[in-house]
C-alpha cells in the first residue's frame, strides 16, 4: 500500500474521480434545465373533469395537468369531502384554467376523491390571446361582420387576423415611431437654437415646415392604422366555458387557436417547434409570463459584445505594459496587487461604481455639453447600454490580463532577443512575433470574460437593465445604434420572471426555458471563441517551435 501511493496513483484516480463528479453534476444540471424547459413548448393534452364537492353539488373543471402531488389524508381529516378516502394519502392536480375573465387565478388545485370521471375531449380548443392569458373551452360560434359562418374558416381568418396585425405593428413601430424620432428630433434642435441665441425667423420657419410636413404624414398614417383596426376588430368567436357561460372574444386579440387533443406525434412535433421559435423571436406579454424574449436575447448579446470589444484592447494593452515594459519596483507590485483584488471585488460594488462614476458623472458631464436641449430629461446621464457593458469591461478586465500576461510569460526570451538582433524595433515584435503567438492565451481571457459577463445580473440592475424595455437598442432611426437606451437581458428575465411574477405558476416553466436559453447563447459565445482560438493557436504552431 504504502508503494501504491509512492507512485501517485492514489492521487490520479482521485482527480479522476472528482472530474467524473463534475461532468456528472455539469451534465444533470443541463439535463435538468433542458427537460423542463423543452417541456414548456410541448403541446398538453387538456382535460375535462366532472366533480362532486363536498356538497353534492356537481361541476365541470377544464384544463392542462400541470402538477399532480400526494398529500397526507390526516391534512384533510377536517374537511368532509362527501366521498370515502382510501389509503393515506390523497392525490391532489394542479389545473391551468385559464379563463381570467371568469376566474381569477389561472390555476387551481383538484382532489382526486372528488373527481367523478376524467375525459379528454377532443373539441376542446385553447385560444392563446394576446391579454387575459389562455382560454379553455368549446368553440361555439365564429361571426364574420356580424353574420355566423362555418367553423372551417377559422384558420383563414386566423391568418387574415395575423396579416393584420403585422401590418400595424409595422405601421406603429416603423413608420410611426420613425415620425414621433423626427418630431422630437426637431424639437430639441429647436431647443437647441434657443439655448445658443440663433434661433432666426429663417431657421424657425424650416423647422415648422419640416414639424407640419410629418404630422400631415402622421395624420394619413393615422388613419391607415385606425383602419387595419376595424378590420381586425370586425370579427369573432363564440367560446363555451367549463361553466356553461358563453364568452365572445375579438379576433384581434387572438393569436393561434389550438385543438390538442386532436393533434397527432407529428402534429405535436410542429407546434412544439413553433412555440419554440415564437418564444425566441416574439416579444413578452402579460408581465414576462406569456410570448417571447427576443428582447432579452438581443440586449444580452449586444452588450457581451460591446462588452467584449472595450475589454480586450484594454486588458491586452495592461498586460503587455505590466510585462514587457514595467521595471520590477514597487508601483509594478502594487498594480499586480489592485488586479488581482479586483477580481474579488462582489460584481454589485461594480454596479455602484458604474451608477456613480459612469451614469451620474461622466453621462451626466456629457449630457451638459453636448445635450444641453434635452435636460432635465438625461441623455446618457441615466443606465443604457453603454454604461453596463463598460461596467462590465471592468469587471472583466482582471481575467483578460492575467490570461494575456500568461500568455506573454511562456514566450521565450530568445523570440524577442532573436527579432531584435536582426534589426527589429521593440514594437515590430510585439506586433509580429509576439502578439501572434500569445493570441491564444488572450482569446482565452476573452472567452472566459464572456462567460461571466453574460450570466451577470446585480450590476446590470443599478447600470442598464429593465424589466420591460419599449424599444430595442438597434432600429432604423439615425444613429441606428441607440448606446443610450435601456434594455432587456435574459439573467434579469430570469430573475424577474422567478421571483417578481404576479403569476409563479405560470412563470415556472419560463424560468427553466429561459435559463435554457441563456446557457445556450453562453455556449455558442464560447464555442465561437474557442473556434477563433484554435485556428489562431494551429496557424502560430510553427513561430513557437
Known sequence: MKDWFKTGSPWVWLSAGGVSLSLISVVGLLWLIASNGLSY??????????????????SVVIGEIYDRERIPASQLAHRDLGV??????????????????????????????????????????????????????????????????????????????????????ELQQVDIGAINYNLERLRLRERKHVIDGTLTDEVKR??????????????VLEKDLTALRDQVSRDQIVMRAMGGEKVTINFEQIIKVTFNNQLGFFGKVAVFFDQSIGFIFDEPREANTEGGVFPAIFGTVLMVLLMTVIVAPFGVIAAIYLHEYAGKNAFTKLIRIAVINLAGVPSIVYGVFGLG?????????????????????????????LWSALTLAILTLPVVIVSTEEGLARIPAAMRHGSLALGATKAETLWRIILPIASPAIMTGIILAIARAAGEVAPLMLVGVVK??????????????????????????????????????????????????????????????????????????????
Open 357 to 385: 462614476f459612469f451614469v451620474y458623472m461622466v453621462g451626466g458631464n456629457l449630457d451638459r455639453l453636448f445635450y444641453p436641449e434635452t435636460l432635465p430629461s438625461p441623455t446618457f446621464g441615466t443606465p443604457g447600454v
Open 468 to 545: 420591460m424595455a419599449p424599444t430595442l437598442p438597434l432600429d432604423g432611426n439615425f444613429p441606428f445604434l441607440h448606446l443610450e437606451r435601456k434594455f432587456m437581458h435574459l439573467g434579469f428575465h430570469i430573475y424577474d420572471v422567478g421571483f417578481q411574477s404576479p403569476n409563479v405558476e405560470a412563470a415556472r416553466p419560463l424560468v427553466y426555458a429561459t435559463a435554457l436559453l441563456l446557457v445556450t447563447i453562453i455556449i455558442g459565445l464560447n464555442m465561437t471563441a474557442v473556434n477563433i482560438r484554435n485556428k489562431l493557436r494551429e496557424k502560430y504552431r510553427a513561430l513557437e517551435h
Open 41 to 58: 413548448f410541448w403541446p398538453s393534452q387538456v382535460h375535462q373533469f366532472n366533480m362532486v364537492d363536498e356538497k353534492g353539488q356537481k
Open 206 to 219: 424650416d423647422l415648422e415646415a419640416q414639424t407640419q410636413a410629418l404630422k400631415e404624414e402622421y395624420q
Open 84 to 169: 370515502e378516502i382510501e389509503g393515506d394519502t390523497i392525490e391532489r392536480l394542479l389545473i391551468k384554467t385559464g379563463n381570467r375573465e371568469l376566474v381569477s387565478l389561472d390555476f387551481r388545485w383538484i382532489l382526486g376523491p372528488q373527481i367523478t370521471e376524467q375525459s379528454l375531449p377532443e373539441d376542446i380548443a385553447i385560444v392563446e390571446r394576446r391579454s387575459n392569458g389562455n382560454f379553455y373551452g368549446f368553440l361555439e360560434q365564429i361571426i364574420l361582420d356580424g353574420e355566423v359562418v362555418d367553423n372551417s374558416r377559422l384558420d383563414e381568418l386566423l391568418d387574415r387576423v395575423n396579416e393584420f396585425q403585422e401590418q400595424i405593428r
